[in-house]
């Protein structure tokens, strides 16, 4: 982040309101703001051949912008807002091209708490905030976003470091890409559920280690493990991750599922490699026979995500990724990009066995360290392999251009 001699009306009333209580100038409060945020475009185009499908032949304007304020409150405490000009679930605000016409979005806050580091080695953020977890996503430029009001709290000891959040509210209700029956509206989270995690991160040599714990009230409890590593082998840079994460459905909710199942697991392993103008990348994730929704959010950790392959919440599932990029200029990579995925549409007898397959290639130009912009293009299927029956054959494209500051 970086201080400015200058805001935006908006920000400057924000500002403003903040330091009229103990009569503090303008101009010195000013000089202790830390300003930085997003802006995000994306076009989707896309076609279905298959005759009769739900989906639609169209495109979507997407947009989202951020806007966050860091103002220093004192030596040990510092006021933190986040501003967004997005669709209700804190993602894009998506405008179909094919029976809209252009509006404006809203504008919310997502943030807004205070963070005390007045405690050696420890940070305290107490109000409204991004949940932190390995199964959400707290902050993100291009997608949704979970947030709640509570405590979180993180102290390093050496190489280790203890995280404990607990959250008495959560907008999982309306952003969550997990469907699990809750309370009277099936396949919708309570956003009024208590959340309560705890986690460890440690570092060994070259190898971070995590573990994490979360109960969402009257819901699920899930806990998760995993290891990272960065290596130089002969001048190839060489990435592991691997994870396992384990979800459990309280009675009551795995009761009002079809299957009455509580149990759903989850393990992936992820090999990249750059090695200068070749890069690549071998994923692979499975879940288990009984369930894989192991995750509140498919960007989180606990899953596994490619365009439109995800495998949360996909029963005894297999999938596969293949990336394989070359940089054509230093700024310029052009890759190609495979994803397979299979799985049993749910997990009791004689159910389907289901095929989801996309190929797409992708430019990615980086103008500058804060610009970067990408366009992919390609296919995606899904087959219910038991019957032989396609019920998406779609042809697909994006652009994207992204500024940060």
Request: a negative charge; proline letters at 2%; charged letters at 20%.
């Amino acid at each position: 982040m970086k201080k400015i001699a200058k805001l935006s009306l908006v920000a400057a009333v924000a500002v403003a309101g903040l330091t009229t209580a103990n009569a503090q100038p303008l101009e010195e409060a000013i000089k202790n703001v830390d300003v930085s945020g997003s802006v995000v475009y994306r076009y989707n185009d896309y076609k279905n051949d298959v005759a009769g499908s739900t989906t639609k032949d169209g495109g979507d304007n997407n947009y989202k912008v951020a806007l966050n304020l860091a103002s220093k409150v004192n030596e040990d405490v510092k006021f933190n807002s986040r501003f967004l000009v997005a669709g209700g679930d804190l993602g894009f605000a998506s405008l179909d091209t094919s029976d809209k016409a252009d509006t404006n979005p809203g504008v919310s806050l997502s943030n807004a708490y205070f963070g005390y580091t007045g405690i050696m080695n420890t940070t305290v953020n107490v109000g409204k905030q991004g949940l932190t977890t390995p199964w959400t996503v707290a902050v993100d430029s291009d997608n949704n976003e979970q947030t709640g009001t509570g405590i979180l709290a993180l102290s390093t000891m050496g190489p280790v470091t203890l995280a404990g959040a607990f959250f008495n509210q959560t907008n999982l209700d309306t952003s969550t890409d997990a469907k699990i029956p809750a309370g009277a509206v099936k396949g919708q989270l309570d956003g009024t559920a208590d959340i309560a995690t705890i986690g460890v991160i440690g570092v060994a040599g070259p190898v971070t280690l995590d573990a994490w714990y979360l109960d969402l009230a009257d819901t699920f409890d899930t806990f998760t493990v995993g290891a990272k590593s960065s290596l130089d082998l002969s001048g190839t840079k060489v990435g592991i991750d691997a994870r396992y994460a384990s979800l459990s459905l309280d009675t009551p909710v795995a009761a009002a599922l079809t299957n009455g199942k509580e149990d759903n697991a989850m393990a992936k392993l992820v090999v990249t490699a750059d090695a200068g103008l070749v890069d690549g990348k071998i994923a692979y994730a499975m879940t288990d026979k009984d369930g894989g929704l192991t995750a509140l959010d498919n960007d989180a950790t606990t899953t596994l995500l490619g365009w439109n392959l995800t495998s949360n919440g996909k029963v005894d599932a297999d999938y596969w990724q293949a990336v394989l990029g070359f940089d054509i200029l230093s700024n310029l990579n052009l890759s190609a990009n495979y994803g397979n995925l299979q799985y049993s549409a749910d997990n009791i007898s004689g159910a389907a066995d289901m095929e989801e397959e996309e190929i797409y290639a992708q430019l990615l130009y980086k103008m500058s360290k804060n610009l970067n912009t990408y366009v992919r293009y390609g296919t995606y299927t899904v087959e219910n392999t038991t019957s032989n029956k396609k019920s998406i054959d779609d042809t697909a494209g994006r652009l994207q251009v992204e500024y940060t500051f």
